[in-house]
């Protein structure tokens, strides 16, 4: 199994391999980050790991190595996560290639990297607008915080099909278009704005998974799934159950919830 060093951009959301990952960075830690990228040479990939924070409905905020709401502001690699970061995030996550980044040259406020409003650090640096794909999941192992930012020991891992995976993909898309409809009060809409949607078990599991209306837990636990088909498979019970739900409500914000994006930031 293949284990190397990444650096680490923890987040309030999950990516998936194949999504786009739109980042607005202007945190000092994220743009240090983001400037060892930059020294990456174009052609090359500007990797970095994406794992997503733990909440409150899974982990106390005061329990041992999380951050403490009451005590004093933090700074530096570690700031928000306790002592040790490893207990803050879930550990099972997906790298990103950065494909495009763009360097900010405005002064103004903004949201920070996980979607939080927070205090501008940025000066009269505007800080970066980064264009990522993830692609790969991995498992963290360690993290390292001696440097201006978290770096992780990671071990990528691989993506078995397991049985069934090519017919609960197909079961998979006809719930989901379902699903959709019933979000958009009959007006059929696709997964992909009308394109031709992709039939390889795992592209369908990521897909559906970014695109349904879940909460962070559930999203988790599909990337952490052990194989596409049992990944599938769960997608095909939420689906069916909140396309039921869907069903029994007397109105839904149909357009808004069917236009969530794969990342808040």
């Given at each position: 199994?293949?284990?190397?060093?990444?650096?680490?951009?923890?987040?309030?959301?999950?990516?998936?391999?194949?999504?786009?990952?739109?980042?607005?960075?202007?945190?000092?830690?994220?743009?240090?980050?983001?400037?060892?990228?930059?020294?990456?040479?174009?052609?090359?990939?500007?990797?970095?790991?994406?794992?997503?924070?733990?909440?409150?409905?899974?982990?106390?905020?005061?329990?041992?190595?999380?951050?403490?709401?009451?005590?004093?502001?933090?700074?530096?690699?570690?700031?928000?996560?306790?002592?040790?970061?490893?207990?803050?995030?879930?550990?099972?996550?997906?790298?990103?290639?950065?494909?495009?980044?763009?360097?900010?040259?405005?002064?103004?406020?903004?949201?920070?990297?996980?979607?939080?409003?927070?205090?501008?650090?940025?000066?009269?640096?505007?800080?970066?607008?980064?264009?990522?794909?993830?692609?790969?999941?991995?498992?963290?192992?360690?993290?390292?915080?001696?440097?201006?930012?978290?770096?992780?020991?990671?071990?990528?891992?691989?993506?078995?099909?397991?049985?069934?995976?090519?017919?609960?993909?197909?079961?998979?898309?006809?719930?989901?278009?379902?699903?959709?409809?019933?979000?958009?009060?009959?007006?059929?809409?696709?997964?992909?704005?009308?394109?031709?949607?992709?039939?390889?078990?795992?592209?369908?599991?990521?897909?559906?998974?970014?695109?349904?209306?879940?909460?962070?837990?559930?999203?988790?636990?599909?990337?952490?799934?052990p194989d596409t088909a049992t990944r599938l498979a769960e997608e095909l019970r939420i689906l069916r159950r909140e396309t039921a739900l869907i069903g029994r409500l007397p109105s839904v914000p149909a357009a808004e919830l069917t236009r969530t994006p794969t990342s808040p930031n």
């Amino acid at each position: 199994m293949s284990i190397t060093r990444l650096p680490i951009f923890p987040l309030n959301t999950v990516l998936f391999p194949g999504l786009v990952l739109p980042l607005n960075v202007f945190e000092q830690r994220y743009r240090a980050l983001v400037r060892d990228l930059l020294e990456i040479p174009e052609d090359a990939p500007r990797r970095f790991g994406v794992v997503a924070i733990r909440d409150g409905r899974e982990v106390a905020p005061t329990a041992l190595g999380m951050p403490d709401p009451t005590g004093p502001s933090e700074a530096g690699p570690t700031a928000g996560f306790g002592p040790d970061p490893m207990r803050a995030f879930h550990t099972v996550g997906c790298v990103a290639d950065a494909s495009s980044i763009r360097e900010r040259s405005d002064g103004g406020g903004a949201d920070d990297e996980d979607g939080e409003e927070g205090t501008d650090e940025r000066g009269g640096d505007g800080g970066y607008e980064v264009l990522a794909t993830g692609t790969t999941r991995f498992r963290l192992l360690s993290v390292d915080a001696s440097g201006p930012y978290l770096v992780g020991e990671v071990e990528e891992l691989p993506e078995d099909g397991g049985e069934g995976a090519g017919a609960l993909a197909s079961g998979v898309l006809r719930a989901f278009r379902a699903y959709q409809k019933q979000l958009a009060g009959a007006r059929e809409r696709t997964l992909a704005g009308g394109q031709e949607l992709p039939d390889e078990p795992s592209v369908v599991s990521y897909l559906v998974a970014a695109a349904t209306v879940l909460d962070t837990p559930t999203r988790q636990r599909l990337l952490q799934a052990p194989d596409t088909a049992t990944r599938l498979a769960e997608e095909l019970r939420i689906l069916r159950r909140e396309t039921a739900l869907i069903g029994r409500l007397p109105s839904v914000p149909a357009a808004e919830l069917t236009r969530t994006p794969t990342s808040p930031n």
